[in-house]
């Protein structure tokens, strides 16, 4: 078990993975079932999850609490780190079933549209149903300004995101 770089709190969860660690907000409801749902697959490919609010985290990373939230990390065990939808390529190209879509997501026009859907995902997260159970303080989406009808796309709800309830 190596403690380089490592803080206590991870150490303590077992030895250090073979190729890195995900990273999310265990304030957010939505990440947190994302990673309590993949936390085992991702495990056979040598994948730890930890919070972002651990706090070897930010000390491991150098960034700012406040930075951290913003997206998704992948801290590979060497230092090198990923965010946003470069993670969901990380793990995409290991996983022998994802590698179709990992391929697809690399395609330039197709990437584009990959990393814009996981942009407006990790900006919209905190807007979800309060059964969602992100954070308290994040807004719901049903206290969201209203678009004036003029405004709108035909495809958008009332609150100017593109999917209805």
């Given at each position: ?14 030895p250090e ?135 709108r796309l ?12």
């Amino acid at each position: 078990m190596s403690t380089v770089g490592v803080g206590e709190e991870a150490i303590q969860n077992g030895p250090e993975p073979r190729a890195g660690w995900v990273l999310y907000d265990a304030e957010c409801g939505v990440c947190s079932r994302w990673v309590s749902s993949w936390a085992p697959t991702l495990k056979q490919y040598g994948v730890a999850v930890a919070p972002l609010q651990s706090p070897w985290v930010e000390g491991r990373t150098g960034l700012a609490p406040s930075d951290l939230v913003k997206e998704m990390r992948l801290l590979e065990r060497g230092g090198g780190m990923h965010s946003g939808a470069n993670v969901y390529r990380f793990l995409m190209r290991r996983v022998w079933w994802a590698y179709p879509v990992y391929l697809l997501s690399m395609i330039p026009g197709l990437r584009n549209v990959f990393d814009w859907g996981y942009r407006t995902f990790a900006r919209h997260r905190g807007r979800s149903r309060p059964a969602a159970g992100c954070a308290e303080g994040t807004q719901s989406i049903r206290n969201l300004p209203r678009a004036p009808p003029s405004r709108r796309l035909p495809w958008q709800s009332e609150h100017g995101i593109g999917w209805t309830r």
